[in-house]
């Protein structure tokens, strides 16, 4: 989620119910990436993560103003038994709606479902130009699979002369696979894809115990990611030359921050960060989190949407207290190592 607009919010009362939403559709992943919790927590079938229709239902029926959502979380959301009908069932209001997909599952099939249940967009995840660095990062897949897949999804939408959904590559930067950077915009180039997002590993996970259920991904991003000093330079050569490559092609590039921006005052009720106050992020098993950024399901959980209404949580006093957090100088605990709040994401 990109920053928004800026907030302003009282200590005391719940912001209008959320016109953005992210809900994870499923918490089964058919694959075991380096920088996902999935690899570091036990596996989850594919009937015993995933969200149900009505639940589903029940909790976007209460947003009569919802204009995006993104249905995905930590699984693969065309692992989802209803993904096809919670898709075509927000587009029938007119809510924009799409997910982050690993494109394994991606056949054409599937990509025609989605173009005409009214996708409204689909990035497709490629952390590495070469199938030996892509293949040991998203461990489980087919780097050939996936350009198949990839390939015809465009070749669908041409076909059926559709506007939607834009398309683009995720490319996950991190130190073992930064140097393909470059080589991946030339992908997208070649593939028919016109948009690249590359982001930062989500989180470092300093908040939780080195010893602890997050040690293996907490280890992960320490060795990995590039928000380091010492990886700076290195990267910033490599992101000119992904500019320019992108430039020449047509291909349009979005690059994080590398290094923090200062800090700078806020005024008075600004919080600092917008998602709690514009979004949330809803598990597959009705947990509800500020965002996606957490990553784990015990982590800022604020309430569940199976146990009371949506709109009683979001005006709850678990939520309260997590925006009251925001409005201060020191966060929540969990948010201090998020690379949204701390503006390198």
Not at 188 to 206: I, K, P, T, Y
């Amino acid at each position: 989620m990109e920053p928004g607009p800026p907030v302003h919010a009282t200590r005391n009362d719940a912001p209008p119910l959320p016109k953005e939403l992210q809900v994870e559709v499923t918490g089964a992943c058919n694959l075991a990436c380096r920088m996902c919790l999935v690899s570091y927590r036990p596996k989850l079938g594919k009937a015993q993560g995933a969200m149900s229709f009505e639940l589903f239902k029940e909790v976007v029926d209460e947003l009569p103003e919802l204009e995006k959502l993104t249905v995905q979380g930590l699984g693969e959301p065309l692992l989802a038994p209803d993904l096809f009908r919670m898709v075509e069932y927000v587009a029938a209001r007119g809510v924009r709606v799409g997910f982050n997909t690993n494109g394994t599952l991606l056949t054409e099939e599937r990509a025609e479902r989605l173009v005409r249940a009214g996708l409204d967009w689909l990035h497709v995840s490629l952390d590495g130009a070469t199938p030996e660095t892509y293949e040991r990062i998203r461990r489980g897949s087919s780097f050939a699979t996936v350009e198949r897949n990839v390939r015809g999804l465009v070749r669908v939408v041409r076909r059926l002369r559709a506007e939607r959904p834009l398309l683009s590559l995720v490319f996950v930067a991190m130190r073992r696979n930064l140097r393909e950077l470059p080589d991946v915009v030339r992908l997208a180039g070649e593939w028919g894809v016109g948009r690249l997002f590359v982001q930062n590993l989500s989180h470092s996970f300093d908040d939780t115990d080195p010893s602890g259920a997050y040690a293996g991904i907490r280890d992960y991003a320490l060795e990995e990611a590039l928000w380091g000093e010492n990886d700076h330079a290195e990267a910033e050569g490599v992101f000119a030359e992904a500019r320019a490559v992108a430039g020449k092609l047509g291909v349009e590039l979005r690059l994080p921050r590398l290094a923090e921006p200062p800090p700078r005052p806020r005024e008075s009720g600004a919080p600092g960060c917008h998602w709690p106050f514009e979004s949330a992020y809803l598990a597959h098993d009705g947990q509800v989190q500020p965002c996606c950024m957490v990553m784990g399901s015990d982590r800022a959980v604020l309430g569940d949407a199976g146990d009371e209404r949506f709109s009683s949580v979001w005006a709850g006093e678990a939520y309260r207290d997590f925006r009251e957090g925001l409005l201060g100088d020191e966060p929540p605990a969990v948010c201090q190592g998020c690379s949204l709040y701390r503006g390198v994401f």
